[in-house]
Structure formats: C-alpha cells, structure tokens
C-alpha cells in the first residue's frame, strides 16, 4: 500500500536475521535506544518492558501480538495485518528472542476472522522458509506462533483481558500487579505488543534505531499510523511522524472546517477547533491512533450518546464505577437530549465521571468519561436550554 | 435432541478436546468450533465441555455469556452484524439497519422463523474508514446502502438453498 | 491454625489450571523479605506481598470493603476500598493490591472519600430494596457503607420497582437479585471454597447478573444447598427460606405438641445474635428461652448423635467383620452420612460411590423418627399431633428434611428444620434477652448426653466421637489410656483434610450391645484403622480424587466428610458474618462444652442403653434401627436436562 512507504520498504528477515546475531542485551538496547512506545494507546516503552520480561524467571514465556483492535475509529491493525503480515510475525519473533519465549500467540478479534486464512499461509511460508519452527535460520532458537480468535469483546484488547481470555475465562482485566511481564499467560511472563508496535520493533531491529528516532519529538520518536474516518475527504490509513499538529493532520486527510476530533477512539479526547494546534504525542495528546473528524453538522450530544452506548455494552461490569458509572452518563446524555438534566445534576455527573477515572480497575472504566467531560467542558453551551422537558403537572 | 445427535456432539466434543487439551485453555476455540457448525451451544454441549475440560457447566455458560459471538441462544445460518459505532453511524447506519429489517420482517437481536437470518449489532469492527459496515458471518461488506441490502440478503438465500448446513463452504459475492 | 483451602491464593488459580503447572503464589510469609510502608502517616513493616488492607487492619485503620471476604481469594472488584498510593495516577483497591516497595498510602482524602460515595450512591442506584422489610436489616455490610459514607439522599436514583423475580424454587436457599451488589462472593465461595459451580456471573456490562447454570431456578440445578454462598453474601440478595412463621402456628396450636432439639453448633454461635462475642455457648440459657417462647419440651440433638455413632460405630465393624472375617467384599472406606450438604454432593458428582455412604441417618432425622415413635409411645401422644422442629447450623438440613424417604415414622420425621439465624429471630421477636436467661436442663427421656455429641459440631467430631466408641468397644479399655483425657487431638484442628492410622494391637471381649453380630473381634487384632477427615466440599472434592485415582485415601477404612468449612460451627445457617477466627471460636465453645462433660462417650449415654433395651430391642443395625435410623440414598448425577 502506498500509504505507509516506510512498512513497504522492509524486507522482512533481515531485522530477523540481525536480531538473530545479536545478543539479548544488545538486541533490547536497540529497541530501548529507538525510543519506540506501544502503539496500542498507552504508550508504555517496548523497550523497558522487554527488559521485564527477560529479567523474570520462568519455565516459559509467551509473546502475545495484541490485535483485538476495537477501538471505535481504529482499523490500521487490520491493513498492517493484511498487508505487512510477514513484519508483524518477524516482530514476534524478534521479541520471543528477546525475552527468552517459545510461543508466539496472535489474538486476533473475532470480526477478523476473514484473515485467519491469510495469514495462516503467511505463519506456513515463514515455517517453510526456516523463519519459524524449530532452528529457526539454522540457529539454536526455537520459536513458533499460532493464531487464537476473539469472540466479540472490546475489552479483551486490555492485555490482562486479554490473558483471561487466551487462558478460557471472562474477558475481565486482572488485578495489576502483578503485570504480565511477571505473572501472564498461565501465570508466566507474557509481552503483550501492540501489532503496530510488533512491526515496528521488526524495522528498528533492520534500520537501526536512529532511523526510528529521525522523525517525532524527543519523547515520542518515530511515524505512528492513524486510522482516520468521519467527515473528512480522503478516510483511511496514515503515516505521520509524531508530533504533527491536530491541525496539520485535518489538512492531509481533507478534514479541515471540523468542529472537532476525536482523538484515541471513543476512549480518547474531544479535541475542539479551538484546540487544533495541539500536537498529537504521548506528551500531548496521547493516541491509539484513532482519528475520527466531526464537521459542523455534527451535533455532539448525538456523538456522545453513540460512545456511552458502546462503553455500556463493552464495559466488562466487574467493578462498580464502570458497570453502573456509565449507564448513568448515558442516561445523562439522555436527559440532557431530552432536555430533562439541571445543571447540578450535569455537575454531579462530571464528578462521578472523575471518579470513574480514578477508581475504576482498567483503563476502559478509566477513560471512558474522557468523552463525556471533554465535551461537556468544550460544548456545554450548546447543550443548555436547547429543549424544554420541563412538564407543568 | 435427538439421543444419537446428542451422541456425536459429545463425540465431536471429546475429539475436540483430546486435540486442543482437557483444560480451560481449549474452552474458547471448543465453543468457538461448536457454535459455527451447530449455530449454537446448547445445554447439553456445555455440560460436555465441562466435563471435558475439568470445569463446572455453569462457569462455560458464564464465559460464553460474556462473549457477543458466543453465548445460548440458537442462531441462524446467517448472523447479519451492522456496525453501530460512531463513524458507521454518521455514514448512515441507521436506515441500512431499517431497510434490513423491513426485509427480514424481525428486529435487531431476533432471528427469523426459518432460521436462515439473526440480525445483530455491532460494536465497532475496523472499517470506519468505508463505513456503514457490516459482517455477514465472517464476511465484511463496506459501504452498505440501503439499497445494496437486498441483494446481499438475496445472495445469502441463494448459497442457503444449495449448502444447508455447511457455514465453511459459504462464498458470498 | 486455618484450612489451607481457605487461605487462598492472592490471584484466583482454578483447579482446572492444576494440570498446567500452575502453583498458586506462595503466602508473603515465605517469600521472606519485609518492607516499610506508611499509611495516613504512620509506619508499619510488613512481609512483602501483604497488601494495604492487611497492613492497615494490622495497623487499627480501617478501610471499608464489599467485595473482600477474609475466606476467599482476591477479587478487587467493588473498588470501595479504593486509596491513594502517592505517584500513582489512578486510586488503587487496597484488597488487591500488594505491597512489594516502601509506598505511601493515604486512606482518606478527598478523592478517596468522593470516589467510594460515588461507588456507594452507584450501588444504591441499581439496588430494589428497603431495609426495614429486609431479612439483613442491621447485618448489612451494603447498609453499613451507606450509613458510614454519609448517604442521606439517593444521588444517582434508586429503583422504584424490582427488576428480578425472587427465586424461591430451592429448599433451602432464596435468591433476590434486586439486591445484588455483584461483588461476587457467593461465586467464589461456590466455586472455589466448595467446588460445586452452581453460580457463575453471568452476561456482561450492566446486563450481568449472579445466575444458576441456564438461568435456570436454583431448585432445578446442582445445588447441594450448603448455604455457603449465603453466609459470605454482604446484603440480602442471598438468604435462607425462613420457617418461623409455620413453627410459630404450631406453637400458637394448643392441639400440637412442639418439640424442638438443639444442636451443638447452633448453640455454640446464637450468642454472635445477641451482640455477644464468638466462642460463648449458650446452650443452657437457649433451653429456657425456648420454653419461654412456647415450645413443649426441648431436646439435645447429641443424644441423637450419640445414636449416630452407636449405629454408624456398628456398621463399620460390620463392613469390618464382612471384609476381614467373612472375606466378602465390603464397600470401603465408609464415609459418613450426617452432613446432608455432603452427602448431595456425592450423589450428584461421585454417585458411584453411594454404597460407601454409611446407611445412618444424620443425628436430625434420627431424633425425629424417635420422637414421632419411641417418644410418642412412651408418653401417649398421637404421633400426627407431634410438631418437630430442629434447630441446626445448616441449611442443607431444610432440603434433608424433606427429602421423600424421612418418613420412616410414618410421618414426616422432621417438620421443620431452623437455622441458628431463625431462631434468633424468633427469639427477638419473643421480646426475649437470651443471654440473660437463666439456664436450665434438657427434658426427659433424652436429657442425658455425651460430649461425643457436642463435638459433632466441629470438623472431626464425629471421627472422635466414634473413635471413643469403637476403641473402647473392642479394646474394651479406656481411651483415656490412649489419649490423653480422651482428646483425640489428631483429628481435630482445621487442615482441609487430616488422615490419621490407628493400630490396634490388641482386642478386648465383645461387649453385650453387641454380641449378637460378632462371635469375636479376632479378626480386628494387628490391623490398623487408617482414618481421615476432609472439611468443605473443595476438600471432599480432593479426597474423593485421590480414591478415584486408588491414592492413598483408598485404603482408609472411615473417612468423615463435613459439607461446610470447619463442619457444622461453619454451617449455612450460622449467624453472618463467617471467618476463620469465628469459626476458630465456636470450635473452642464446642471442646470446652465436651470437656465438662462427666460423661464424654455415646456408649456410656445412660438414655442410649435405655433405648436399645426398651424400645430397639435388637440393638445397633437392628432390625427396627434399620427401619426407624437408617435410610437410603439417590443417585442424581450431575446432568441437568
Ligand atoms: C479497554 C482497553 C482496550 C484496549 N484495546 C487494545 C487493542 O485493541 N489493541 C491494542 O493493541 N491494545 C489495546 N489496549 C492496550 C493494551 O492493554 C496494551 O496496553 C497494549 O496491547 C500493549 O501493547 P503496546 O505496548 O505495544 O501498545 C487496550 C487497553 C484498554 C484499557
Ligand atoms: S473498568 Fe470497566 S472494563 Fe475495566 S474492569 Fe472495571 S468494569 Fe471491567
Ligand atoms: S440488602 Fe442491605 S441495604 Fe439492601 S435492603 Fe437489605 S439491609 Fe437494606
Ligand atoms: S448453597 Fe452451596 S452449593 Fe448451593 S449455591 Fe450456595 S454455595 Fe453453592
Ligand atoms: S448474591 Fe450476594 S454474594 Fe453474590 S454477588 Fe450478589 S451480593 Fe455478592
Ligand atoms: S465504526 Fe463501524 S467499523 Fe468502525
Ligand atoms: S473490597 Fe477491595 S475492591 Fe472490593
């Protein structure tokens, strides 16, 4: 695909080969020294948790590829997946060098299942080319990966979820600590890698990290990929260094003239016009590298509706301020549509929704009211005394 | 069920796991098998698998209620998933949702009589960039119209007529 | 001392993962390393791994909980205990969360205590329900952090109407899910403590709810009614079917005689009813209230349960004489058969082994069967005019009693069965000050009873109990001579499952009770008795493995098996709350009570001999003790259709 020239110009097996050369040290130094933060949202350091996962001790350990992405607006898992299928295996497989790991695991979302045949022919190429199995490139390392489907929940993107699931249960986050760098997949070391985060890890270990580090801020080095979608000209998969201005990215994509955008999913921020200037990095606005502009026609009340409905049908319901926390901003938006909700009722909910940041167990419960309050923050105007659901009994 | 259906699920069951592994690791890709060939996992698999893999029934009933694709209720050759999330949304989900289910004649989360269509929502699944969006079984279809839904429902009726049973032959234009 | 199955893992490791190699982590203890933490300010030094809510209790502060329970593993679910961990951005669940570096925890500013409001005003937004109409009225931890959060108006609404429809399809055990505050520790006291499954959350999100296997009424599911899941449920979504009402219109009956017998454990515990600490038996005090509350002559359910041992104490010299001296094949080893939640256990899950069941029936149902006959008799009562009621720490004891075949007396042995819980609140209700009653005895014709009966109540007893018996029937000398004040101490304690052998070197002549069944106990000399007790179903879950696998509990001769955690001191129907220390407790009430005992072993029960004499005639597994004391069993499987 011609939009991501830095992905096509990999020859996949070379940073293989190199990571093969290379000793464990060495090899996480690399990806350390690159900069590179996971590109599933949270934009934890591969490199450091790496590290974590091969100073643990254990009589196994796992790699876990996380491509459950569900995240409303986000859809640049699945072309680097139907695309760059070989980079993202190399990445696994540089990393089960790394710490130390036998098994590669790829979760792979349900709604996904049309590429389980591709890329089952692409794990069977890379066997048959020795760059998978046993010896893998007649060196001592084994390492093989195979594929498990999700079944339709959005929070097993949450990595420890996520182990619930691969291990049979409930997709409900664990307890954190223990992380899964020290206690996974059945209990052993497990890294969880973001796809893009894989594929990425597969070209620094080719190009070397100061390739990497030549585009993006200080702390946010290197291209990001963006899924872009809504009220734009041109939606699609991107490739911007990170660090580009809200405002910038709206002018590649034919977004410009949005009232807003919603940066990081429905999990992310609202980011008002009034705000397009800010850059998009971890230290700014952080992103999963969902992109999803809303022009004027817009009207954020029904935008916010849409993510409260998705988060109270996705939230797991283990823990109190997520389960019924955001039914009850949902049903806010409701009153406010209606135009049944005072403004100390509005008030309270924005309390509630700081508290659901604060005390809800994993970062669905924690971000989900991120919506609710940037737009209530930048938007509230227009909401007020829009309807009349006062009735004179 | 009948005695012997019952006695080749449970057979199939029991091969499954000797493949997969008699624990809770082989519990997701065993409802996940046994759900896409039967459209469903009733009462009776889930005890099968419980015993299977060392587990109480009601923990595989818990697990399979947590997942959108997995769960009791019986399904139709055909589960029709529309996108419901923000950006289909704003392509125009709405009406595709009411064409297809004026010509279904059920509503979202039924199935209809003949047991050849389930209409579900869906929560986003990764193509908001050609959205409304929508899954037939594992196939995607982008940029759904209203119009374009009759003949994918027609299409499905086609392939129904020749393969009745077999999910994994289905190729849908 | 406490049940390692009790002292779960911090991380939940199912069963089903054994075979995986997983080990659930080791306690903090062994890890061996300490470290420095402050809360609120002050300092403390605990094993690394201990988490905040350990180190803070320790510490005297306190930090409200809803989903923990001292029993079971680690959820972090409710999030009420949420704390401030200085340089952590979110709040972290102090139930959950371990402490392995020197950190500062703040228990109580302002975030902290508007995030728990919140969580508590969210738990009252999805809770149907007043308190004054509800059975957990004043014991209700959900009512407790309303009242110490300062709830005074319902922030986020309250329901108006109930969304669920009570289930009240299980003899023993009512489910409202109005109620439920999801914290789930009913799904881990069913699942991991007692390895039953009846009860899974179920759905997702807001939709998710504490369910039976197919939504399915717990009356029609495998549910061995133990009443765990009750006594470890903070609110009243989960509670007992209550029969006060039925033994309250007997009482107001004048036509009806109402008998009620006691239990050990119960009495050991109604005191935690009465604002009294746990561990103060009240036995004599109950007497008197309950005749003050109206009921016509009261009983001790020990002189029942020294019945249990003379006929369960036979049947295994029988099994004995029929495998060593016969060379028949006998079905070993002999498992016990008064614990009713146990014994549905079997037949659901190990069905197979039915015919090791010991025919006895439990101490309830016997005591039941001699009042409507032997009593009856005796003193010229119509036995259909005779109410029995019997108060019991269990709530299994309410399915046991009517289970179709107790009706050996030609009625139904036992009428109603009542939990230490209901009891109480009769009591209450009958505006009496139980612990302030004066004390009183039991009545004639079974005022007489053994401590052999009284330790029944605890995990083990009935193993020493008849221990007593049978070393002293065929020895024919004192266990005093073999244990120290006849304490079998190897027995007791509260390890999920003890295994102790007995050799017996040598044998005494057949005492007269007896002579009818053996010629000589010949065959019982060099052999060595080998025994074991398992507590809780998880437990009995083990033991019942290990024989599948012809391990070594195989070869024991009479194992005891106790549904509940800790035996009958931690049945279902006990007072709430439960945990290792209280039941800890009642144990020692209970071996305290044994020791004042003058008469300390069933054999010696002055009442027993009278009975088999004038009423039993053939003596133990006679043939009228075969109608009246014993009974039959069902094979349920574990298959629901
Ligand atoms: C609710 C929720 C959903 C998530 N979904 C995804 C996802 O779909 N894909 C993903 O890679 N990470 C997702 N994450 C982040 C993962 O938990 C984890 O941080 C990530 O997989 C780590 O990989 P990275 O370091 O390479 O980004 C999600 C996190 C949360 C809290
Ligand atoms: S925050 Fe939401 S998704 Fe996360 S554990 Fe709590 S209920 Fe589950
Ligand atoms: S469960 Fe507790 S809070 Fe609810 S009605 Fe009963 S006593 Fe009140
Ligand atoms: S009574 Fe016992 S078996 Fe039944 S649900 Fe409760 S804990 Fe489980
Ligand atoms: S029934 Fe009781 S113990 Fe079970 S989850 Fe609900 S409140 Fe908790
Ligand atoms: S919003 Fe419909 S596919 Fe993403
Ligand atoms: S008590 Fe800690 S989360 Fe519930």
Known sequence: MSQLPTFTSMKAEDGLRKALGMPRPDLIAEISASGLKGRGGAGFPTGVKWNFAAAAKADRKYVVCNADEGEPGTFKDRVILQDHADLVFEGMTIAGKAIGAKE????????????????????????????????????????????????????????????????????????????????????????????ETLAWAACILQKGSDWFKSVGTEKSTGIKIFSVSGDCAKPGVYEFPLGIT????????????????????????????????????????????????????????????????????ESCGQCTPCRLGNRKLLEGVEMLKAGACSMAYLQELCALGESMQLASKCGLGQSSPNAFLSVMKHFRAEFMGRTHGFVNA | MLMTERDRVAGEIKNLADRLGHNRTALMPILQEVKAKYHRVDSYAMQVIADELGIHPVEVYSTSSFYAFLGDRPQGKFVIRLCRTISCDMEGKNRVARQLENDLGIAFGETTRDGKFTLEWANCMGMCDQGPAMLVNDKVFTKVTPERVHAILEDCRKVFGQHATERKEVHLA | MSTPALQDPARRTPASQHSLGIKPPPAPEAIGGQVTLSIDGQEIKVPLGTTILEAATKMGIHIPTLCHHPDLCVAGVCRVCSVEVEGMRTLQAACAFPVTAPIKVKT??????????????????????????????????????AREHGVDFFRFGHPVKPAHEIDGSSYSVVRDLNKCVLCRRCVRTCIDLQEVGTIEVVGRSDRSHIKPFLDKPLGEVVCINCGQCINRCPTGALHAQDYTDEVWAAIDNPAKHVVIQTAPSPRAAIGECFGLPAGQALTFELNTALRRAGFDRVFDTNFSADLTIMEEGTELLLRLKKALLLREPAAFPQFTSCSPGWVKFLEHFYPEYIPNLSTAKSPQQMFGAVIKTYYAEKHGIDPKDI????????????????????????????????????????????????????????????????????????????????????????????????????????????????????????????????????????????????????????????????????GPMSKCHFIEFMGCPGGCIGGGGQPIPTSPEIREARARAIYAEDSAYAVRKSHENPDIGRIYQEFLKEGPCGHRSHELLHTHYTVRGKYIE
């Open chain 3, 387 to 550: 109410v029995t009621v019997a108060l019991m720490p269990c709530s299994a004891k309410k399915f046991e009693c009517n289970r179709p075949e107790m009706d050996s007396s030609g009625f139904k042995d036992v009428d109603y069965g009542l939990t230490t819980r209901e009891l109480a609140k009769m009591i209450h209700e009958a505006g009496i000050d139980l612990p302030r009653m004066p004390k009183s005895d039991f009545d004639a014709p079974f005022g007489t009873a053994t401590g052999s009966g009284v330790i029944f109540g605890a995990t083990g007893g009935v193993m020493e109990a008849a221990l007593r018996t049978v070393i002293e029937l065929v020895t024919g000398k004192k266990v005093e001579d073999l244990f120290e004040h006849a304490d079998i101490k190897p027995v007791r304690g509260f390890e999920g499952v003890r295994y102790v052998e007995l050799p017996i070197t040598e044998v005494g002549p057949v005492p007269e009770i007896l002579a009818h069944l053996f010629p000589h106990w010949a065959f019982l000399k060099g052999q060595t008795l080998k025994l074991a007790v398992a507590h809780g179903t998880a437990n009995a879950k083990k033991v019942m493995e290990d024989i599948k696998r012809g």
């Open chain 3, 108 to 145: 109580h500013t302002q975030k902290v205590r508007t995030a728990r409001r919140h969580i508590v005003d969210l738990l009252l937004s999805d809770h149907y329900g007043e308190c004054y109409a509800c059975r957990r009225n004043n014991n209700c931890e959900l009512q407790s952090l």
């Open chain 1, 246 to 313: 809200v405002k910038d990215l709206l002018q590649q994509v034919g977004g410009a003239g949005a009232q807003a955008v919603q940066m990081g999913g429905a999990s992310g921020l609202c980011v008002p016009a009034s705000e397009f200037g800010r850059q998009i990095a971890f230290e700014d606005i952080p992103t999963g590298g969902s992109v999803i502009v809303f022009g004027p026609q817009r009207d954020m009340l029904d935008v916010l509706h849409n993510f409260l409905e998705f988060f109270v049908d």
């Open chain 1, 104 to 195: 590669g695991i790829l979760f792979l979302r349900g709604e996904y299942t049309y590429l389980k045949t591709h890329l089952e022919e692409a794990l069977a190429r890379r066997r048959e080319a020795k760059l998978l199995g046993k010896e893998i490139l007649g060196q001592d390392f084994n390492f093989d990966i195979r594929i498990f489907m999700g079944s339709g929940a959005y929070i097993c993107g949450e990595e420890t979820a996520l182990i619930e699931c691969l291990e049979g249960f409930r997709g409900e986050p664990r307890n954190r600590p223990p992380f899964p760098v020290n206690t996974g997949f059945l209990d052993r070391p497990t890294v969880v890698n973001n796809v």
